[in-house]
Nanobody, 116 residues
Framework: QVQLVESGGGLAQAGGSLRLSCAAS????????MGWHRQVPGKQRELVAI???????NYADSVKGRFTVSRDNGRNTVYLQMNSLKPEDTAVYYC??????????WGQGTQVTVSS
């Protein structure tokens, strides 16, 4: 099992910044990718950004150029730097760690609220 603990959510004004962190513990060997999804009430959870162990990244079109995902393999931690925040970025952000397509772990979620 992999445990994921998120931190860094909260309230920001439009145009502002927040940084999310997610620390992995437990059976962390062979985690291939870590990243972030988000969900708003009544909608499906969606990919925000993902990074592989080798540093390859993928972003949702809606956050490209504003958000940056990074990973510290030594600390088993993934970060999401969110700049130029918009009210539509308001959501619960979930950390995710994947060992394979069928072996996926989720954090408990952290609320991000962006006021206009």
């Amino acid at each position: 099992q992999v445990q994921l603990v998120e931190s860094g959510g909260g309230l920001a004004q439009a145009g502002g910044s927040l940084r999310l962190s997610c620390a992995a513990s437990g059976s962390i060997f062979s985690i291939a990718a870590m990243g972030w999804h988000r969900q708003v009430p009544g909608k499906q959870r969606e990919l925000v950004a993902i990074i592989t162990r080798s540093g390859l990244t993928n972003y949702a079109d809606s956050v490209k150029g504003r958000f940056t995902v990074s990973r510290d393999n030594g600390r088993n931690t993934v970060y999401l730097q969110m700049n130029s925040l918009k009210p539509e970025d308001t959501a619960v952000y979930y950390c995710v760690a994947a060992k394979g397509s069928a072996d996926i772990y989720w954090g408990q979620g952290t609320q991000v609220t962006v006021s206009s």
